[in-house]
T-cell receptor, first 113, second 116 residues
Framework: GNSVTQMEGPVTLSEEAFLTINCTYT??????LFWYVQYPGEGLQLLLK?????DKGSNKGFEATYRKETTSFHLEKGSVQVSDSAVYFC????????????FGQGTRLTINP | GAVVSQHPSWVICKSGTSVKIECRSL??????MFWYRQFPKQSLMLMAT?????????EQGVEKDKFLINHASLTLSTLTVTSAHPEDSSFYIC????????????FGPGTRLLVL
């Protein structure tokens, strides 16, 4: 079945540091890939997405590239801010069968000033 | 953006009692609502999908008589955990979709349930 594996957290960085959160997936066919973010006390929000190989999703300074050869969708940001502190979820939807979101376990990110 | 609320945000109950969790779409009509469950350090697991006015579709392994879902209106879905036991303690998250692409779901902030 489809699955998503994320880098285990928690991750703690200093402000302006470079961020990478790893995400790899297993799926049949060519899924669409997503990163969701959950800020404290709020619901998950779609951060960025990519729907085909080599696509790069980007938003709010975050980027992730759909790598079919390594089945990965790592999240990166060049210079993090305290306001980026949140839980980040990698997810996929397979275009085959029922279109359900499959999530990774989430990575808690804390940015210290 | 679209807002989804959940109530209560946390609840503690005794074993054997039933607990109802509400999920509301505040500024849009949700044709489909989803209920997820999340255990500590684990991913969100889809429990069921409900469409307004029809019976919910449960995922494999989810007891429909244990987790009652009602989607009576386009802005409200409820999840009732019947005869709750300590193993039902978890974080329950709902999401709502107005239509369009499958990934366009708006998530509620979650409800933490602790069964003593």
């Amino acid at each position: 079945g489809n699955s998503v594996t994320q880098m285990e957290g928690p991750v703690t960085l200093s402000e302006e540091a470079f961020l990478t959160i790893n995400c790899t997936y297993t799926a049949t066919g060519y899924p669409s890939l997503f990163w969701y973010v959950q800020y404290p006390g709020e619901g998950l929000q779609l951060l960025l997405k990519a729907t085909k190989a080599d696509d790069k999703g980007s938003n709010k300074g975050f980027e992730a590239t759909y790598r079919k050869e390594t089945t990965s969708f790592h999240l990166e940001k060049g210079s993090v801010q305290v306001s980026d502190s949140a839980v980040y979820f990698c997810a996929l939807i397979s275009i085959q069968g029922a279109q359900k979101l499959v999530f990774g376990q989430g990575t808690r990110l804390t940015i210290n000033p | 953006g679209a807002v989804v609320s959940q109530h209560p945000s946390w609840v503690i109950c005794k074993s054997g009692t039933s607990v109802k969790i509400e999920c509301r779409s505040l500024d849009f009509q949700a044709t489909t609502m989803f209920w997820y469950r999340q255990f500590p350090k684990q991913s969100l697991m889809l429990m069921a999908t409900s469409n307004e006015g029809s019976k919910a579709t449960y995922e494999q392994g989810v007891e429909k008589d244990k987790f009652l879902i009602n989607h009576a209106s386009l802005t409200l879905s409820t999840l009732t955990v019947t005869s709750a036991h300590p193993e039902d303690s978890s974080f329950y998250i709902c999401s709502a979709r107005a239509g369009g692409e499958a990934e366009t779901q708006y998530f509620g902030p979650g409800t933490r349930l602790l069964v003593l």
